[in-house]
Structure formats: C-alpha cells, structure tokens
Nanobody, 118 residues
Framework: QVQLVESGGGLVQPGGSLRLSCVAS????????MGWYRRTPEKEREYVAA???????SVADSVKGRFTISRDNAKNTIYLQMTNLRPEDTAVYYC????????????WGQGTQVIVSS
C-alpha cells in the first residue's frame, strides 16, 4: 500500500508563487509516474501535471509556462512549483501515483488547499 501526503498549500495573492510537495511512503517499488491533480467545488478533479521516474514531464495547457513539476526519486517526492498564480488556480491539489502499466497505486492523499485571492 502506498500513502501519499501533500503539503505546501496556502493563501497567496494573484501573481504570487507556491511550491507544493507530495511524499509517497509505503510500498513504493512499483511506482513509475507521479502526478498532480486539482479539484474545486465547481469542477471534477482535473489533471495538472505528471512526471515519470525517468524525468519525462508534462503539464496541462491551462498551467503551461506557469507551473513546473519535478521529482526527487531518492526521496519519493514530487514538487509542483507554481508561479504567476491566478484566482482560477484556487483548488485542492492532490497527487496520484501509477505503476509502469499506468494503473493507479494506492489511494488519493488528503490534498492541500491553494487559495489565490487578494
């Protein structure tokens, strides 16, 4: 079983920055891709970014140029560097991990709240 713990959220003004972290613990040997998602009361959970164990990364078009995903395999941790934040980025951010077949491993973490507001 894999446990995921997200952190780093908070209240930030528009144009500001935050760095989110997600640590995977437990049975981690099957983990390949790790990704970030976000959810608001108005929207279903949506994809934000993902990165493979080898470092291949992708981000959603809505955050391209503003968000960067990175990974520390030794620490089983991924990061989401968010810059030039907008009010529409307000959401609860979750991470999720997948094995090499693309199947999810473990459950969603508890998420970390990001609020972008002046």
């Amino acid at each position: 079983q894999v446990q995921l713990v997200e952190s780093g959220g908070g209240l930030v003004q528009p144009g500001g920055s935050l760095r989110l972290s997600c640590v995977a613990s437990g049975s981690r040997r099957n983990i390949n891709t790790m990704g970030w998602y976000r959810r608001t009361p108005e929207k279903e959970r949506e994809y934000v970014a993902a990165i493979t164990r080898g470092g291949d990364a992708s981000v959603a078009d809505s955050v391209k140029g503003r968000f960067t995903i990175s990974r520390d395999n030794a620490k089983n941790t991924i990061y989401l560097q968010m810059t030039n934040l907008r009010p529409e980025d307000t959401a609860v951010y979750y991470c999720r991990v997948y094995n090499e077949l693309g199947a999810p491993v473990g459950s969603w973490g508890q998420g970390t709240q990001v609020i972008v507001s002046s």
